[in-house]
């Protein structure tokens, strides 16, 4: 049941994917990227992973899905032969949180947004607009994060402090950014899909208009050199965020404006406003169609 549940949340977070299967999950390999002295993006399958080693261990930002552990823990084993002491979520989906469970066993310590914790504990509907209904099944006790924050944590370890701050209603109602403030790395969660329409889980108290305030806070923190790991996608810079965040408002702006004109949904998408966008990011009509549907239900059309 897990692991159809892990690949329904695949497929909503990465469309591009191929719809995964044990098989799939089995040829997927960790990439190591590394971004300072101490600082590594890792890939897979799933959401990034970021990595802060040093002499007070290992701080691991999001653990993918569970039969992916052993190979991450490799992967890091490769780095250095510190253990992992936290594993940090950016938000309660399963491509981010399915290594919980056994991160824990392995002794890290699990710390997460409120939200987070109350989102595993209990059973969550996923509605997409466009595709079926899906119920991702409540995480077992050990997958469940040990330590919560309502605003804003630090960790100070590395010789860092890694300051990891909540963003109100983004992509859920959970999620936390997490600035690297000596190494000038930002970890986004899923508040950003690099070159691509984000995918902002409403039924998790997701909102278009908290998204882009969690770009703009992020931004702030930001500066010309600033390395950002997209919860999807390539590793970024501050321009590219920018960019993400202007395109997200302007597209908001073109919903809302023809929202006032009395339009209805159907109208909206039939007048294309989000097109331009679609069509540099290489992104499909049902993509669009979807995204103006979610900014339509986020500004309180019906
Ligand atoms: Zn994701
Ligand atoms: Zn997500």
Redesign the pocket.
Known sequence: MRRIAAAG?LCL??PSAPVSGQNTMDDVQITTQQLTDGVYMLTGQ??NIGVSVGPDGVFVIDDQFAPLTEKILAAIAAITSESVRFVFNT?W?G??TGGNENMGEAGALIVAHDNVRERMSADQVLQRIGRPVSTTPASPEGALPVVTFTDDVSFHINGDRLHAFHVENAHTDGDAIVHFVGANVVHM??TFFRDRFP?IDTASGGSIDGLIAAAGAALGVMDGETQIIP??GPLSSREDLRAYRDALKAMRDAVADLMAEGMSLNQIQAARPVQAQARMWGQERTAEDTFVATIHHGLGGR
């Open positions: 949340l977070c990465i799933g959401g938000h989906h491509d981010h969660g899923d995918f919860g999807h």
